[in-house]
């Protein structure tokens, strides 16, 4: 299983670069590298601006050249082309608090039930961005791409996609189901992740 980072989106909402936001003296990016390298084959980075990210020390990416810019499909577009794996999990650069356990626990899900993705919900939200996607998905995503569809929700609903809540999962899952799934928009998210961090910290 090979992880891949998602880090091209452009921060408009926060006005800087959210992979890079220190939580706990580290940046959110290197946070999530480290919390998955010990169950992932590889860690990948897809950023269009990769010098960003060297000092990370990981195999980094530009979206493929016909679909740069395209957005968070594109990433998982490119990808799958470079990963060369049948099963890889895609994390947003912005979920400071992802866990490898429910990590585990999607790709596992997508290998033993046969579907084409493994997308966790919470309160009515599905979160595309923290998935575990096989690589046959790819051609729909293309064919999406070049028809200029490049919601999510679209290839969500031409492909086989298992959504999870917070009910499905083991029992044990289900405290880190709801602050894994937190991705930070704007500066006001980031000061609550501070606080969070802080408070979690002290237990």
Known sequence: MKTIILAGGKSSRMGKNKALLPIGGKSII???AEEFTPISEEIIIIANIPEIYNELDLSIFPDVPEFRGEGPLAGIYTGIDVADE????????DMPFV?????EYLIRELKNSGVDAVIPSHQGRVHPLFGAYHKRIQPFIKENL???KRKMSHLLNEVNAKIIEKQDIPEELQVEWEYCLWNLNTLEDYQK???FYQNINKL
């Open 30 to 32: 290197k946070r999530i």
């Open 86 to 93: 049948d099963f890889c999990l895609f994390i947003a650069c």
């Open 99 to 103: 866990s490898r356990k429910i990590g």
């Open 146 to 148: 070049l028809n200029g």
């Open 193 to 195: 992740a501070l606080e």
